[in-house]
Nanobody, 126 residues
Framework: QVQLIESGGGLVQAGGSLRLSCAAS????????VSWFRQAPGKEREFVAA????????NYANSVKGRFTISRDNAKNTVYLQMNSLKSEDMGVYYC???????????????????WGQGTQVTVSS
């Protein structure tokens, strides 16, 4: 069973950058699709970005396209989320999650993800 540990969250000014990490232990990431979700206070959790297992395709929520970049380092068994030009609406707890690379379609369907990390807080000050 894979275990996920997120890190890299913190406090940043609007317009700034952060890089989140999602490290896996137990199994290699290469057979999983890895996604980032976030949850703002009082709101439902939402999909942010995905890195497809196998082909390495990427997918982003419209709200972060052009500002966020998801990537994977197979040697470190880690997936990253580079977040630039941060806005107040990006604030929340960010979670990484994995699902089988054989699932296709909507990356935002939470029940398709088998394992979730504990989350890392991102705070954006204006």
């Amino acid at each position: 069973q894979v275990q996920l540990i997120e890190s890299g969250g913190g406090l940043v000014q609007a317009g700034g950058s952060l890089r989140l990490s999602c490290a896996a232990s137990g199994r290699t990431f290469s057979t999983y699709t890895v996604s980032w979700f976030r949850q703002a206070p009082g709101k439902e959790r939402e999909f942010v970005a995905a890195f497809g297992g196998g082909d390495g395709s990427t997918n982003y929520a419209n709200s972060v396209k052009g500002r966020f970049t998801i990537s994977r380092d197979n040697a470190k068994n880690t997936v990253y989320l580079q977040m630039n030009s941060l806005k107040s609406e990006d604030m929340g707890v960010y979670y990484c999650a994995v699902r089988s690379m054989y699932y296709s379609g909507d990356y935002g369907v939470e029940w398709t993800y088998r394992v979730w990390g504990q989350g890392t807080q991102v705070t954006v000050s204006s």
